[in-house]
């Protein structure tokens, strides 16, 4: 069983920038991939990044350019680098990862995009 706590959520001007990080409570060297998804009110919760064995990514095309995901493994931790924010980015971000059958998802932390 793996907790998985995200920060870095908050209000931000249109252009603006965030980092959001995933803590996760036990390494997270046995996870193959870690990923970001979103869900914006009314909508699907989608993939916004993934990050596989801290190699290879993989990106939403509304965020190709503008977001980054990484994974420190000896902090346990992934972040998503948000940058040229947008409004329509605005949702709420949840960590996710899998273990076999087994999904675990973070709680969430709302990003509002607005001026």
């Known amino acids: 069983q793996v907790q998985l706590v995200e920060s870095g959520g908050g209000l931000v001007q249109p252009g603006g920038s965030l980092r959001l990080s995933c803590k996760a409570s036990?390494?997270?060297?046995?996870?193959?991939?870690m990923a970001w998804y979103r869900q914006a009110p009314g909508k699907e919760r989608e993939l916004v990044a993934r990050?596989?064995?801290?190699?290879?990514?993989d990106y939403a095309d509304s965020v190709k350019g503008r977001f980054t995901i990484s994974r420190d493994n000896v902090k346990n931790t992934v972040y998503l680098q948000m940058s040229s924010l947008k409004p329509e980015d605005t949702a709420v971000y949840f960590c996710?990862?899998?273990?076999?059958?087994?999904?675990?998802w973070g709680q969430g932390t709302q990003v509002t995009i607005s001026s």
């Open positions: 996710y990862t899998q273990q076999g059958p087994t999904t675990h």
């Open positions: 036990r390494s997270i060297t046995s996870f193959s991939s």
């Open positions: 990050i596989i064995i801290g190699i290879s990514t």
